[in-house]
Nanobody, 119 residues
């Protein structure tokens, strides 16, 4: 079964850091991979994406604070989040798709999500 499994969420104080991880079966190694988030009452938004060649894109609100990387040898996608703000509070989802990083991968596959809470 093809899966995307997130981990690393939690509760932190403003200014703190978290690193999210998304493991997959290896099926997605040639896909564009991305992170999305959805806060209560808001639409899901693309946060960061990285294509198979390593090209990255970020939503403006996280530029300079978040870094997306992928380790294909470990079948893992990461999101390093620094200087977290209360407005970063959301459920974070890993996604895979056929699109480019600029379109945040146009996801076709989703993980179950991991909660990030910043107070």
């Amino acid at each position: 079964q093809v899966q995307l499994v997130e981990s690393g969420g939690g509760s932190v104080q403003a200014g703190g850091s978290l690193r999210l991880a998304c493991t997959h079966s290896g099926y997605y190694s040639s896909y564009c991979l991305g992170w999305f988030r959805q806060a209560p009452g808001k639409e899901r938004e693309g946060v960061a994406a990285i294509d198979s060649l390593g090209s990255t894109s970020y939503v403006d609100s996280v530029v300079g604070r978040f870094t997306i990387t992928r380790d294909n040898a470990k079948n893992t996608l990461y999101l390093q989040m620094n200087n977290l703000k209360p407005e970063d509070t959301a459920m974070y989802y890993c996604a895979a798709g056929y699109g480019g990083s600029r379109s945040f991968c146009s996801p076709a596959y989703w993980g179950q999500g991991t909660q990030v809470t910043v107070s």
